[in-house]
Structure formats: structure tokens, C-alpha cells
């Protein structure tokens, strides 16, 4: 049961509220988030919903059965949407695409990428400077001076961030610098970092575990949410099959069920999801007709140069292709 | 490699050919088919290709380095396209739809599907009679009676019919009563059935195994085609993995794939794919973002009525819906 | 419900206890096999089951709420022992080994096996004569004529034979010259031909699919006992996983599930199971201590030089261990 | 490749070892770790491995051609045996019992415990104090308070403790409570976790992902002991697959196969394996059979009554009748 509160409710009102709750042996978790109060109250008895929904202090009240109830669209039927200012908007109604390499690498190629995206009328720039690698004695990325270049060529051409965060001490001197934080999928089951990115005032774009379920994701958001944070994005990128013909098995089916079950946004990541350059484009426009809300892929001037995951990344004349297509096809879905 | 050979080779060409494939070490088999006659030669062999091509009798060759060989677009550039006759044409260029009930039931429920698809312009109806089911005590189909309904319905319409057949022994009385012979999922591996449709000159449409690869499923359909059947079609349907959110999971990523890989044309059967009815929509629309030359999906007036697979089945109403957008999908994929 | 009826059972006892059945809206079949009358009942009525226990002819009734019934341990508790004559039987304080080649190539090589099976003193021999293969290019096996010739070395040496059927008219003709006839996990959902066995008086080892539930598994049982064969055993063999660092994950975890679920003896077959020469000890082993009653091995005099399946086959040295060591664990597991 | 350093190597022959390396365009990891310094080298050029080997400063030295390289057999072919101290042993020639709840609950839970340990010459104490949950709104544990509360029993009984750590941040204030720190199958690829975990003189037992594989889990392993620790244990404790009839599927092919590829310890998760109370037995069994060092059990002296997992807990009883078994069938495989 989701209760939203009045921004003013009295300790009384409150403290008679919880009494209510208690006599029907619910369990309630205080949720303060950027935009609003919330209790969540869990338990099985059977009650009369009116008689706590008419206590004062109570906004609105909803039954939400999923095992994640602040991320179910049971109880907030209308979708939410992101702003990140400047009028860079991301959830139903718009269509958003983040493009970049996998890894920062140096200045020159955050250069000719933010150019890229300058001519292309892109609006948020990915890039990783901290990379989760299979193996210790990989590239693990340029860190926070990483971030620093990356920030300062984004910041003076328009460019919003997305970068990954892999542990909870790099977010605080990450925070300056980024606009979305992205949590990978070797993490979407890291609980402490889910909690105190919660406590951030900066969206977050959760990647769907390697072998996730959509429960899992869905439970994985609602860490996030419930610890105060609402800008919450969810990214389908692929899961492990006995299918070896490609990278992952990029699961559309989760497109049009995330929708139907949660009011967040959804995004695709074909380039992880099929994980090879030529089929890229033929994944992204089918995952929009699957119903996504953007996507974010992996763009390179010189694929065949980058320092990870240059097989499934596409230069600038697939990407400006990619893109053009992109749009039209989102501009069929809006109007069917 | 494959050598195709000139419909008039000489028996002295033909022993000169085999003789200089022995010389090299190389196993033949030699394929005749609706269209035209093949060696398919399998060996290791480092040798001059041009000898081979110059010879007497040999139309053209080609080196085929996949497990799979005749359904490879190494050699056949140029997609097959299958005519049903009636200006009904399946693969690259044109966009089917097959749609009907999971299984035929009665009279009524085929002229009722026949009316509707007449009314769509909907040209090929699909319905099983010979069902395979997990329990032994199930409905398990009207078998060859309600094949001659379906038959006397849809001929007297001008549709044509698609439905499975599970073995070898159905195959000689169906022949008369069918335009597509179905090969179910569970059958992908019935290598016995396969050589048997071989044989046949009537198109197939091979579903993907319930867990089947992708190089698995071409080389089911090179059990057909080198048993003398060309007019073959692909159906992804959706594989089995760990996720229960939806019924299985319909793997788009092996509709770019197959394209690259074979000259044959890829259906889409969202149906039993996602499996959810509301969702099945965004699937199809997917699907053919994806690549697919058609659909086959699941139609009946009363689906919470129908004998199996309600659950995924659209009523009329709904259908309607997605053929229309099925139809503006592919033409924008087409103009892209 | 199964009813267990009387050998003698009157025509109007048979449909007075039909009529009762009709009566609470259940739909029975009957079953014939080997050793008794069955009426196999559904339904979802409830009712006092006395009532129908007390009728005439009645000679046992139980519920069983599985979806399958009568391959169920719910009515049979006794577990089933197959009796193949000469002292050799399979299941449940009993066990037993079946090794051999995966292909059988040549006399000599049956002849060499042979001898190598007499001296372990091991009773029963696998060998394929029909090989499902994944290309229609490869070694199909040497069909009948190589069954007769496995039919006569083992005849002549008191060693019964295992091998593989793959479609309903290959049955007949080798019914004379098998002791069990095996379902490759690629035909485990082939119910034509599992149908076909059930008519059939010859032990039936049913291979689990290739990604085949356990629930799939006793199902596929089910068609055979219902037509009529009470003689199955169950055989593990891997199923398909995302792990690539063997060649199927043998799922040791469904020999205590089926055991629990089902009365039918439970074989492992760990040379396709992992799939590794030198680790298919191990795993025999643990399959073993899991519950199994026995073990399918390939075992070859020359591994190297097989048709097929060469990486995971034992040498008559590395068999000889196996067996005593296997025997040792079995040992150790009837004491505990 | 691995180069085993002398203790003293001097300054200049150091210089010497690095600049012959670079010579040959290899990157070179130092490695220092509770027993011996290291260069792991990585490179591609092929280079005579004996000019390197005799170098002054050069204890030893191998080629590893794995991803992982540090706990690769290819080097230290003897198996590592990780002392904790009076006399618990883990490793090849050792069996370990690792027992106890799910969560530590409360005083009267961990007394009960240590004395059923206590009586049964149970050496290692399994419980957590921090919990991973599906669930923001779920029982996540007592915390550092519990540990204590842990560790105070504990030591006054001799009992080894294993506890869970799933940030950072919590290592430090468990250091001096715990015997044993354990990575979860969530956390298994939480790369800034592992790398603090290395370097901590404290053993880690390393659980594969939810979904890992065997490679990930070496390379896992390898972020431990290249950051300075020598000492891990791997564990298997069920993989996700398609099959729902238990909880994990419990994958015993990794047992031979860990063994065969790496030096370190195995232990068997029988109880997140198989996820069935009556038949982590056999599970236990079949994994000591298959080479497992050691066993993690989950055990309560009301199961009924657990905060977390009872439905795969033992109670003391069958508790003890698995330790039994579980040393029986290891002195046979050991004598086998």
C-alpha cells in the first residue's frame, strides 16, 4: 500500500496514521523523496481502504500487490518523465538517444565525439571512466580526471552526461559532473550502491542484471526509489542465453512488460544487447517499436581503434544513419 | 562448396567432376531440387576453385564455409522468394500474414476466421489439426478431417492455408489440403521429418527449436533443402530462458542475424513468443522494425473461448489493429 | 484419479464405474498395458472418492494431482524394477551400467566391446545404429544391418542391447534385436513416436530434452505408459545452459526430483552430460550419490579414432575404473 | 605468464627483469601477497622463456595461457590448503563443514547453533549479518552488532567463523570478528569489493554469480589474489536456468572442472543449490563425490521459524545425518 502524504501533515495527523496502520499490523517505511512523502505499508490483513484514506494528513492511498510497490504503475498511472534541464526530457512522449564511446579515452576523441553530437542535434553524451572488466589487468579506465575533460567539452557545447558509477564512494566526487549516473549490470544487484544513490538528487539509469529478471530490475529500482530518489530510468542491454551467435540476447519482450508494469522510463542498449555493428541499427529501431523510450549506443570515430568493445560500436556515418532512422521511427510509433 | 551444375550434364562431365572432387579428397552429395541440380562437396582440401569451375557441365561454384551450406547466402546472393501462386509471394521485398486459430475447432470458427481474413485481405490462413501437447490427455486436434474443412473454406476464399504436420506419416494425405507444410518446435530436430519434407514440393515453414540455436536451425533446413526442397521458410517463436515474466523469450536478435546468414525468408510468430495478448502487438511491430518478412499470429473471435493458447490469442478486433500497423511498419521500413 | 481395475471386470461394472464417472463430470481414459486395467480420470469436481473406491471391479483408487499421473509416485509408491530377463534388472536396489561406443562402426569393434563388457561383467551394451546428427552431410550410423551384427555378438555373449529409435517405422523391424529402445533427448517431445512405443512390449529409455524440464520429462513418460508400456526409465543427459566450459550442464539435481516425483528407474548419462573425457569419472560418481540406479557411458577401444563423440569417451582402462569405482559408490550409498 | 620473485631481489635486478619484459613488449603487474612477491606479464610476442627464468631475482617462472593467471593450475600445480589456524584446514586432503543459519537472529539462535556444532566436532559457523534482499522493505540483518554477538560465542567455543561483507566499507569493522569473509553470488562481480578483499590478510570464499561463469569466477578470484591474497575458496552454489521444479540449478560440472583448472579450494553450496530441504542430501553427496572440498550448509534449529530461507534449512537432526554421510562418502572418495 502506497500512502501519499501531505507535504504539512501534522505529528499528530502522522503519529495517528501510523497508529491505524499498526492496528492492522502493517509495517510502514517513511519515504522522502525530491518531490514528495510517502509511507509504504506492508502486511496481509484485509482492511477497509477508505478508513485510512480519509485520515487527515493522507493526499491519496493505493493497494499496489507487486512485490515493488513506489516503481508499480498501480499506483501512479501517469508515466514520469526526467528533466534534465534545458529541456532535455526523458519518458513517454519523448524520444531520447545517448551516444558516445565506451570508454573516455583522452581529450581529442571527446572532442570529435561532443562535435559529433553537436551536428547531429544529440543532447546527452555516455562515456565510461570507471569500467567494470572481466580481468585485473584490463584498461579500467581514466577515473575522475576522465570525468573532468569529459565534463568540461559537454558543459560548453550543451551536452549532458551519463557515465557509470561502480562503488558508493565515487559518487560524491562524481556528482559535479554528470548529469545521469548509470548503474551497469554487474552492479543492478549491488544493494549499497542502489541505497545511496537513492540518497542523490541526480537520475539514475539502471542496467538490467546479465541474467536479471524484470522482477529483479523492477526490485533493484525500488531500492533507489525508497531511499528518497525518483529520476529513476530502466535499461534493457541484453541477457545471457545458450545462444552463442551474438553478445547477449537482447530481451525486447521486457520493453512493452517494464511499461505495462512501471510508470519509469525505458531505455534499450542494442549495442551490449546484440553486441555486433552491422545489426546495431535493425535492433535500436525494433526496440522503439517495442515501445522504448530512447536508447544508448556506442559511437566511435575509429571503432576498430577504441580501447573496449569496438566490434558492436558504430563510427559517425552509421550513427547519423542510426539516428535519422531513430527518429522516424519513434515519429511512426506516436502516430499509429 | 556448392557446384551447380547445367540441367544437361553429360554422365562423362558428371564422372570428370567426381572424379577430380575424389582427386582432391572431397565427399559429394548430389542434390536435385524443384529448380535445379547441385554437388554440395565437403572436404578440407586447400585447392585451385577456377579448376573445378572451368569444368564441363558446372554452372557456377562457390566455397561455403559454414556447417550449413545450401541455405547459405555465401552462394545465393539473391533472396529466395517463395510463390504460393495467386500473387502471394513470401521473402525480401514482399510482407505476409498468416493469421488464424492456434487449433481448428469447427465449422463455424473457420468460416467466422475466413470472413474476417477476407475482409483484411489477409491471404493465408494458419490453424493446427495435428496439435502437440505436453499431456497426453489433451485435445490434440481434428487431424485430417478438419484439414478438408479448413481446405473447403479457404479455398472457396481464395486463402491459403499453413498447418503443422509432426510426422512422416501425415505428411502423403495432407499434401492436397495444404499451401505451407509447419514444422512445430518440437519437431526442429526430427531429422527423419525433415528428410521426408524434403521430398516434397510444397513449401515449409521450420520453427526454431524451443531452445534451438540459430546454427541449428539453419541446419534443420538443410536437411530439407538437401533432400531437394528450396521453398523453405525460417519462424523465430521464441526460445526458453530463465525469465516467467511472459512465456518465452522472442528472440529478435536472430532476425537480423538469419537475414545475414541465409537467403531464406524470417517470420515472426509473436504469438507464442511473448505470449501475452496486449503485448503481442509491440512484438509484431518489433519484429518487423527487426527485419522480418511476415507474421504469424494467433486470430480467433473469442479467444477466451478458444480450445488452446487463449491467453496469446488476438479477437478480430485487435487483429485488425495490427495488420493495419503491421502494413505502415514495413512500408516505413521499406522507404528507409 | 487413477483406477486400478480388476483383470476380470464385468462389462456392467465397467460401466457402472463409467457412469459414476460421468456423473461428477470427469473424462477417463482407459489404459491397457502389460500388467493391468487403468482408468486414467480428470476432472475438477470434488467428490468422496469411497464412493467410486467401493465400486464394483475397483481394485484401487488414488488422486494424483500432477498434471501427469501414472508415471507419478502419488498412486505407486513401490518403485517400478524392469526385468529384462537372465537376472539383469533396472531400478531401485538395483544397479546398473550400459557402455559401449556412441556409433557402432564395425564387427570388429562390436566384437572388441563385447569382450571388454564380459570381462567387467557388465550385462547391458550401447551402440547407435541411427544417429541424429546436426548436418544431413555426416554419418548417420549403419542402420539395420549394423543392428543385426550388434544383435548377434551380444546374443552370442549374454548382453542385452541399448540402442536409439528415431521415427515410428523403424520400429517394427527392430524389435527383434533390442532389449531397450532409447529417445534421443532431440525426439523427447516427438509424440508420435512416443505414442508408438507405448504399444510396443520392449523396455523404452527416454532421454530428458535438450532443454527439457523435468515436468516435460515425466509428460513425455506419461504418453508412453498411457498407450500401454509400463517399462520406462528416465535418463538425465545435460541440458543447454549458457556455461560453455563443457558440453551440457548434466542437471544432477533432477535424480533426487524424479526419484521423489515418480516411481520409473533414473539413468545418468554423464559422457554427454559434461561432455570431457577425463571428467566423466566424477560426475558418474555424483550422479550416483545423487540417487541414480544407473549409468549410460560411451566407451570406445580406440576413443581417438571414433565415428562420433570421441572427447567423451572412456577407454576400456578408464572404463574398468569407472565400473569398480561406481560399484564401490553404490555400495557405500545402500549402507548409509 | 607468472615470474615467481626471490624475497631479496635487489634493486637492479628488478630493473633488469622489467626492462627485459618491456624488451619483449610485455606489461608486467607486480603482485605482493602474504607469501611471495610476483610480475605477472602479459604479452603476446613469443620470446625464449628460459632467457627470462635465469635472470638473477627470478625464483621461477611459467607461461599461463588463461584469461586468469595467478590462480591458474598452469603454475602452482600443487593445490592450495588455507589454514585458519588450530588445526581447520581447507583444501585438497581436507573436508569442510561449514553449518549454520541463514541470518544470525538473536542470542538463543547462536547458542543453540555452537552447541549442536560443538557436538558434532563442527568446526566453521555459517551466518549473516548483512543480507542481500530481493527487497528494500526485508529483514537485511543485525549488522556489526550481531557479529559481535557471533563472535563472542563463537570463540568461546573454538568455532571458525564465515560471514558475508557486501561493501567496502564494512570490511574494516569486521575484521576482527571474522575467520572467513564471503562474497555473495551478487556481489561476485563487484570488482572494487573484490579488489579491497585482496588486500586483507583474511580467506574469501568467492561464490559464482547468480548467472556466472566458470571463467568469470576464476577472473574473479584473480582481482583477490592480484591485489595481494593469496587466500580464496571457490564456491558453486547453483546457476539460473529455465528449470522451475527447484531453486538454483546446483551445477556440479563446475566441481571437476575448478579442481582441474585452478589450485584453489572448492566448496558446495548444497542449500542455494538445490533450494529443497529433503534433498540437499544427495545434492551434499553428489558434489563430495564430485571432488568438492568442502560443504556450506544452511541449518536451524527451527527451520520453520527462520528469518530468511527455511525452506531449505535443516534441522539439527538431518543435519547431523548429513555430517555423517558427508565424512563417510568422503573417506570413500579418498580411498577410492
Chains 1, 2, 3, 4 share one sequence.
Not at 505499508?41 to 487527515?56: S, V, Y
Not at 500487490?65 to 528533466?83: A, F, N, R
Not at 566526487?173 to 554528470?178: E, F, S
Request: with cysteine; charged share 25%; proline share 3%.
Amino acid at each position: 500500500m502506497i500512502i501519499q502524504l501531505d507535504k504539512n501533515i501534522s505529528t499528530t495527523a502522522l503519529a495517528e496514521l501510523k497508529h491505524n496502520l499498526e492496528a492492522i499490523q502493517y509495517k510502514y517505511n517513511p519515504v522522502t523523496t525530491q518531490f514528495q512523502d510517502y509511507l509504504v505499508a506492508i502486511g496481509k490483513t484485509d482492511f477497509d481502504i477508505r478508513k485510512i484514506g480519509q485520515l487527515e494528513g493522507v493526499k491519496d492511498i493505493h493497494r499496489v500487490s507487486d512485490g515493488y510497490k513506489l516503481v508499480s504503475k498501480k499506483w501512479k498511472v501517469q508515466d514520469t518523465v526526467i528533466d534534465l534541464g534545458d529541456a532535455v526530457k526523458i519518458g513517454t512522449g519523448h524520444f531520447s538517444i545517448m551516444a558516445g564511446p565506451c570508454s573516455i579515452e583522452n581529450e581529442a576523441q571527446i572532442e570529435d565525439t561532443v562535435a559529433h553530437l553537436v551536428k547531429n542535434n544529440i543532447k546527452i553524451m555516455r562515456g565510461g571512466v570507471y569500467k567494470p572488466r572481466s580481468s585485473p589487468y584490463s584498461f579500467r579506465g581514466l577515473g575522475i580526471d576522465g570525468l573532468k575533460l569529459f565534463y568540461k567539452h559537454c558543459r560548453a557545447n550543451g551536452i549532458k552526461i551519463i557515465t557509470e558509477v561502480m562503488q558508493v564512494s565515487q559518487i560524491e566526487p562524481m556528482l559535479d559532473y554528470v548529469d545521469i549516473l548509470q548503474v551497469g549490470a554487474r552492479n543492478s544487484l549491488n544493494f549499497n550502491l542502489l541505497d545511496a544513490l537513492g540518497q542523490v538528487d541526480k537520475p539514475v539509469l539502471l542496467k538490467r542484471g546479465i541474467s536479471g529478471t524484470i522482477e529483479e530490475l523492477l526490485s533493484a529500482a525500488e531500492y533507489i526509489f525508497s531511499n528518497g530518489n525518483e529520476r529513476i530510468m530502466l535499461c534493457e542491454r541484453g541477457i545471457r542465453s545458450f545462444e552463442k551467435s551474438y553478445r547477449n540476447t537482447l530481451d525486447l519482450n521486457a520493453i512493452p512488460i517494464l511499461k505495462a508494469k512501471s510508470h519509469l522510463p525505458v531505455i534499450v542498449d542494442p549495442s551490449h544487447g546484440i553486441g555486433i555493428r552491422k545489426h546495431v541499427e535493425a535492433m535500436s529501431l525494433a526496440g522503439i517499436m517495442a515501445g522504448a523510450d530512447g536508447l544508448i549506443v556506442e559511437v566511435h570515430s575509429q571503432p576498430e581503434k577504441a580501447f573496449s568493445d569496438g566490434q558492436q560500436t558504430l563510427n559517425f556515418m552509421e550513427a547519423e544513419r542510426l539516428y535519422q532512422r531513430s527518429l522516424q521511427t519513434f515519429d511512426l510509433r506516436e502516430q499509429l
